[in-house]
């Protein structure tokens, strides 16, 4: 049973637009969240978190947005940049009292950005 | 070196053999972590360790064997392995208590025949 979804396994979108990634989650004791890039050949690359205690956080042209009600989070790039094109993977913790090695990835979304 | 370096980057061994994955992290953390990633499937967490004791086995098979002998160095001990096994093995390093950020290396790309 997948707790952390990425419904779209793919995204395509033109340089220069917005670029929007969705995450649901289904177990409510996730805490903190967090998204991933990882580019072929390399490991994931930490990009921009979120604390259950805000529902936004941004970061450059990286902000994430956070629906807990919906358990919904959503990685929104402005402008994207053919460089942006990766896997990107969403991940969750619960509060572990100050630990924080539970993460649960989702399954990634690959983003093509177009020149 | 800098970050979270894994050697080998790529290893095919037989289902007889016995090989180890060498992970070590130059950034002063206190945690360190074994994922497998398998083809369409989201990254698996095997192993954790914080302070150089195991605070997690995810239900692995006693086939994949964890060491830690300090908080810059893990290694994961691989014998009898499946085909199934096949996988991206990726290490990664963090810091207990905060911020709650996971840093990977590269991974190793490990073939069983």
């Known amino acids: 049973d997948q707790q952390v979804k990425q419904n779209s396994p793919s995204l395509s979108v033109q340089e220069g637009r917005i670029s929007i990634l969705n995450c649901d989650y289904t177990n409510s004791m996730f805490d903190y969240f967090l998204w991933y890039k990882k580019y072929p050949a390399e490991g994931p690359t930490f990009l921009i978190s979120i604390s259950s205690i805000k529902d936004k956080n941004e970061d450059g042209r990286f902000t994430v947005f956070l629906n807990k009600s919906a358990k919904h989070l959503s990685l929104h790039i402005v402008p994207s940049q053919p460089g942006d094109s990766a896997v990107y993977f969403c991940a969750a913790s619960p509060d572990l009292g100050g630990s924080n090695y539970k993460l649960t990835f989702g399954k990634g979304t690959l983003l093509t950005v177009n020149p | 070196e800098t970050g979270v370096t894994q050697t080998p980057r790529h290893l095919v061994m037989g289902m007889t053999n016995k090989k180890s994955l060498k992970c070590e992290q130059h950034?002063?953390?206190?945690?360190m972590y074994w994922y497998k990633q398998s083809a369409k499937k989201p990254l698996e967490l095997m192993f954790v360790?914080?302070?150089?004791?195991?605070?997690e086995n995810n239900s692995v098979p006693s086939r994949f064997s964890p060491e830690c002998p300090n908080s810059s160095h893990l290694f994961l001990h691989l014998h009898t392995l499946q085909p199934e096994d096949s996988a991206l093995y990726l290490c990664a390093s963090s810091q207990e208590g905060g911020p709650y950020e996971q840093y990977f290396g590269p991974g190793t790309r490990l073939t069983v025949t």
């Open positions: 950034l002063g953390h206190n945690a």
């Open positions: 360790y914080s302070l150089e004791e195991r605070v």
